[in-house]
């Protein structure tokens, strides 16, 4: 089963929108085990388009087209395939309610134009929009199909998932599915990374695995291709086996797990608290931390004191200290980590510095050099960084590693 | 002048990748005046890349391809390209010294195939890579080109921006240029926007304006296309003065500008020192306002006082305040914002509590309500919000709206 992923927008070409559907559509027509072939973008210009269908229906089964739904002239999309059809357009009443009930709702009349998304060719099925107005469309064509879904990703979204998804799992049935697994890690370099699974990322099809670094973080991905779900979920188990006995501590989360709740878990596990005292990130952990919901069951209190005063006053860093070792130092971080700690009574206290440029770097406390202290009862630890990159690269690395020191650590 | 894009690669057709070079090279070749009229995704297979290179010869005086540069037997596109030109490839020694240079700064070997990176079409012209190992590639055919370019956007860039762009100005002239020019607004919604400026979103080339809604933001984007620099650069003065007098107070900047830039610019302008308590943003703002390079100037102190008897012990919220109103409330908005300002002997406190969720919402206090509260020696004020989405949304919002009233209110 092949299918191809048609854009239509002038503002794609002009490149004022990154194209995410095409990303988004593709990775659900793999897990759905079709196959695409090609993605392309064109502009809102009738003859392009027609050109470019005509020549999908020939290489491909199935042609998602995406925008060009809109209410205005400049949308073409309908009309264009209508007419490369030879199919009428014909007024479905019931989408022409859904357009009126969507501008009722906002207490606003219906603009002119926007009853011309209530056309569709005569013989296509439709998918309700629930967010916007342009419904999803389907035009069979001999033993092809044409499906048109509107621009906005949060349109697109619900009326695929939703309307598209179950019609094609009725009409194009591959014989096979595909799953994937992701594998998060942090605290190791791609380059190591590679060498430890080197001969997983080499495996070819149905199985493969596939290596992403992201800042402050190389996710593996393992995709499986197989008769069923029960057969492609045993290939990534194989292999996902293998992986955790390789990079074991490395790995924080799965799939769509972040490391803010890796680190949220953990404090729940353990039944602690937790206070953060950071400097350079200028509130990010506390901020990642608290993007979990339900964290403030164990976050009691984020501190960013920015200036040495404040890391004195009230984060309880002697003044001594500072002086002699310095605002970026593992002296003062500990001190951070104790002081926030015992001032709020909890369990864990997290002590960040760091110098995160670009400028307020030396010769011996470089831009990107970072302290991050953890103390709680049983263990005090501190551990210096060098960071490379933008201030927010830095300051995105230091709360990456600071979270894994939680997750890791407590 | 027409282009077109081709990128290579399964992991683009697998949705494991956003096209984000396709987007980037789009513009960018847009403000040289040279027209995309598609962009092309292909997997790593010889015979559709070929098949797809023939026929963007046919149609386009410049074919931009990104990715299938890597060093393994996957990457086919410069192999596939001398096959189909009949050109022999060669070894590059410059080429090669670079590749040997970029392992041995990372005290590396250079690894199995990375040599293969050195080989180019004869008579290809070819631009340095100083992040990775594949160059950039220039091949003319006849009177069109052929750009070849690696995948990594921190290696694309760097290399178009050096040595394609040059190349283009100097061969490809288009007899016009193209400017763009951004207007960033944050505090009115997009539908109140688009009736405020209609009658120029509605303008046809070559000036036009182009409206994009994000969380808590609006962009508006002027395009022209004209003879010179100095004639685009006007038409734009013309539209840009008739927006900034309708929109006016809710300009906080331009093109790149961030709110945090706005906020600190402000800061900086007025002489005044802030300190921030936050409660349902567990640190963002703080982390925003740090963002800005140099914000160490008026950055004193960040807190996140979570818990309730953080907010009383040490933000100077009255215990009787927290149980008559509540937590989220005008009240404990207000007095975190004095407390911070007075606890800290800043210029500027503000203070902000709310409800993020998706849990802890109530009839009366629903999630998404939040309180903003700005103290100085002159003013002092409190505003309720009511957001929606998800807790990143309804954080992200607040954010917005706080930076605002530091950028507007002191």
Chains 1, 2 share one sequence.
Not at 94 to 110: E, G, M, P, Q, T
Not at 142 to 157: A, F, H, M
Not at 295 to 316: D, L, M, Q, T, W
Request: proline content about 4%; hydrophobic content about 40%; charged content about 25%.
């Amino acid at each position: 089963m092949k299918a191809e992923i048609i854009s239509i927008g002038t503002e794609l070409l002009l490149g004022r929108i990154v194209n995410t559907n095409a990303a988004y559509l593709s990775q659900r027509l793999a897990e759905l085990g079709i196959d695409v072939y090609y993605q392309t973008t064109v502009g809102d210009n009738p003859h392009r388009l027609a050109q470019l269908v005509r020549k999908a229906l020939i290489r491909s089964d199935i042609v998602m087209l995406t925008g060009g739904l809109g209410p205005t002239v400049d949308d073409i999309t309908i009309r264009t395939l209508a007419a490369m059809l030879g199919k009428k357009l014909v007024l479905k009443r019931s989408i022409l309610k859904n357009i009126k009930r969507h501008f009722k709702a906002r207490h606003l009349a219906v603009p002119d134009g926007n009853e011309r998304q209530a056309y569709i060719p005569q013989g296509a099925k439709w998918v309700a929009n629930r967010v916007g107005t342009a419904p999803g469309i389907i035009i069979e064509h001999r033993d092809k199909v044409l499906i048109c879904l509107p621009g906005p990703p949060r349109e697109l979204q619900p009326i695929f998932e939703k309307g598209i998804v179950p019609y094609l799992k009725k009409n194009f049935r591959s014989g096979y599915v595909f799953r994937t697994r992701t594998i998060k890690t942090t605290g190791l370099p791609e380059s190591q990374i590679n060498i430890m699974v080197k001969d997983l990322l080499e495996l070819k099809p149905p199985t493969t695995v596939g290596i992403y670094a992201k800042l402050g973080e190389v996710d593996l991905t393992i995709m499986a291709k197989a008769k069923n779900r029960i057969a492609a979920e045993k290939a990534i188990a194989v292999i996902e086996n293998k992986i955790r006995s390789r990079l074991d501590k490395y790995i924080f989360g799965y799939d769509e797990e972040t490391l803010e709740q890796a680190a949220g878990h953990r404090l729940i596990a353990e039944n602690k608290t937790i206070a953060v005292a950071e400097s350079c990130t200028g509130g990010l952990i506390s901020s990642r931390l608290t993007d979990v919901s339900g964290s403030s069951r164990y976050f009691i209190r984020g501190a960013v004191p920015y200036a040495n005063e404040v890391k004195v006053k009230h984060v309880g860093v002697s003044a001594e200290t500072l002086k002699r070792y310095g605002a970026v130092s593992k002296q003062v971080a500990l001190e951070m980590a104790r002081g926030i700690k015992s001032i709020m009574h909890v369990d864990v206290g997290l002590g960040v510095t760091g110098i995160a440029g670009p400028t307020g770097g030396t010769k011996s406390k470089p831009v990107g050099l970072v302290y991050i202290a953890l103390v709680t009862d049983e263990v005090s630890m501190v551990k210096e960084f060098h960071f490379v990159g933008s201030r927010a690269d830095i300051k995105w690395q230091t709360s990456q590693a600071a979270l894994d020191m939680i997750r890791t650590g407590i």
